[in-house]
Nanobody, 115 residues
Framework: QVQLVESGGGLVQPGGSLRLSCAASGIVFSTYIMGWYRQAPGKQRELVATITTDDSTDYGDSVKGRFTISRDNAKNMVYLQMNDLKPDDTAVYYC?????????WGQGTQVTVSS
């Protein structure tokens, strides 16, 4: 059974940092493109960052220069380091694994940026 479990969300002040983690099981992790997406209330889910099997990365325009995605294939983990957080970053953050036509999603973790 495939499971993606996010952790690390919470409440942070503007300008602060958080590190999200996603633990994967039930897949050959190293063969999956991993990504982080987010969905704010009343908005569509949007791309935050992706990392390929050879560690190539891509970021949504709104997070470039502030967020960093990384993976540890030995631990079946993907991370999202978020710096200089802004109120507009408030959302539920989801981990996704993709290989060919197979997509798997985690349950999400809430990030709230507020003073």
């Amino acid at each position: 059974q495939v499971q993606l479990v996010e952790s690390g969300g919470g409440l942070v002040q503007p300008g602060g940092s958080l590190r999200l983690s996603c633990a994967a099981s039930g897949i050959v992790f190293s063969t999956y493109i991993m990504g982080w997406y987010r969905q704010a209330p009343g908005k569509q889910r949007e791309l935050v960052a992706t990392i390929t099997t050879d560690d190539s990365t891509d970021y949504g325009d709104s997070v470039k220069g502030r967020f960093t995605i990384s993976r540890d294939n030995a631990k079946n983990m993907v991370y999202l380091q978020m710096n200089d957080l802004k109120p507009d970053d408030t959302a539920v953050y989801y981990c996704k694994g993709r290989r060919f036509v197979s997509d798997y999603w985690g349950q999400g973790t809430q990030v709230t940026v507020s003073s």
